[in-house]
């Protein structure tokens, strides 16, 4: 049996790995109507395994034209093999679920996506669309759907905008433009206002200062407590000013300060400070500037451990994380809550839904 390198990374620095601890055989896909089976070899070199991130990796036996046939026969006939379908597709990077999407339409002349919303339902189609759209198409689509539904869903906005990279906000921005017709920043403001929109707005420039201007720090520090704790009424325009244009590296610099100078830490001075939208966008960045992995990993807690699931935040995060930093959401999640991810989608969640959500949570810790 191989070896896996199982993630021992914590909330702050990236542990060394144990490599004594083996993994369960690798999972098959078997359609059983058809008895068509192939196994799932998702694992990388070690060499890049150790940098990878993501639950979610490119199969290395990669064929689309293959992979096309398997789905297309779970399709075929009476009834649906809704297992072959959330295995295969989970078992393979998004490029690849491209690939497979065009190999598709080639062998059997009909769109994949529409033949998958018409086999599957509820939860779980909404999941595998997730799964088969383009990262940065599918942060537009959502976007849209949170400006353009009845009322705004701020949560989105919030999460999207204070989570991604500038490349990834101006990539969206022209997706955006280019799959709905109009402009995000119009959008945004059209549906908001004060200084929550200034601050989305700042975010959409995708324009963070690059490293550390270390002649900034104690005065940024100094600037946050006069704004807010050292002042009657708060000066919003000096926390948006601040936090929506250093960088993450820089601002963690200027919370360690701020602690120092003031005893207390940064969310503290938000939260006595400012309300509503506005505060829910500044403790997000906050937040995210500290570890984007912890800001997710509780994002997914208060998804299931509230009342009632909310499942729209569960699958969103579980599909946009999964090649990106899932491991190190799974071991945020681990230290923050002790119990794992995994156990809490099984006692949250049920069916094929339950299923396709672990393959992307990627193990149990």
Avoid: W
């Avoid at 948006?240 to 610099?253: C, F, M, P, Q, Y």
Wanted: net charge neutral; proline share 2%; glycine share 8%.
């Amino acid at each position: 049996m191989r070896k896996r390198v199982l993630s021992a990374f914590s909330c702050d620095t990236a542990a060394s790995v144990p490599e004594n601890q083996e993994r369960p055989p690798e999972p098959q896909i078997t359609c059983e109507r058809h008895k068509d089976t192939h196994l799932l070899k998702a694992y990388l070199p070690s060499a890049k395994r150790m940098t990878f991130r993501g639950s979610v990796r490119p199969f290395v036996n990669f064929n689309a034209k293959h992979d096309a046939e398997v789905l297309h026969k779970a399709m075929k006939g009476i009834g649906t093999d809704e297992d072959t379908i959330l295995m295969l597709l989970a078992a393979r990077s998004n490029d690849q679920r491209q690939q497979i999407k065009a190999a598709y339409k080639k062998a059997y002349g009909k769109d994949l996506l529409s033949a998958l919303k018409s086999e599957l339902g509820g939860l779980l189609e909404s999941l595998i669309v997730a799964l088969m759209t383009p990262p940065r198409s599918y942060d537009a689509s959502q976007l849209h759907k949170a400006l353009k539904g009845a009322g705004t869903d701020d949560d989105v906005l919030i999460e999207i905008l204070a989570s991604r990279t500038g490349e990834q906000v101006k990539d969206v921005i022209k997706v955006y433009k280019k799959e709905f017709g109009s402009k995000l920043e119009k959008d945004v403001c059209g549906d908001t206002s004060g200084h929550y929109q200034k601050l989305l707005v700042i975010l959409l420039q995708g324009s963070r200062e690059e490293g550390v201007d270390e002649s900034k720090i104690e005065k940024d520090a100094q600037d946050l407590y006069a704004a807010g704790e050292g002042k009657f009424g708060t000066d919003e325009e000096k926390f948006i000013t601040i936090l929506g244009n250093r960088s993450a590296e820089h601002l963690r610099k200027v919370f360690d300060a701020y602690k120092k100078l003031s005893g207390s830490d940064i969310e503290d001075s938000i939260k006595g400070e400012t309300t509503g939208n506005l505060e829910g966008l500044l403790l997000a960045v906050v937040k995210c500037a500290k570890s984007v992995p912890e800001y997710f990993a509780e994002s997914l807690y208060k998804s299931m451990r509230r009342a009632g699931t909310d499942d729209d935040t569960l699958m969103r995060i579980m599909v946009s994380r999964s090649e990106v930093d899932m491991l190190d959401i799974r071991a945020c999640f681990k230290k923050m809550y002790g119990e794992s991810l995994h156990t809490t989608i099984q006692e949250d969640t049920s069916g094929d839904y339950q299923k396709a959500l672990l393959y992307l949570c990627g193990g149990n810790d």
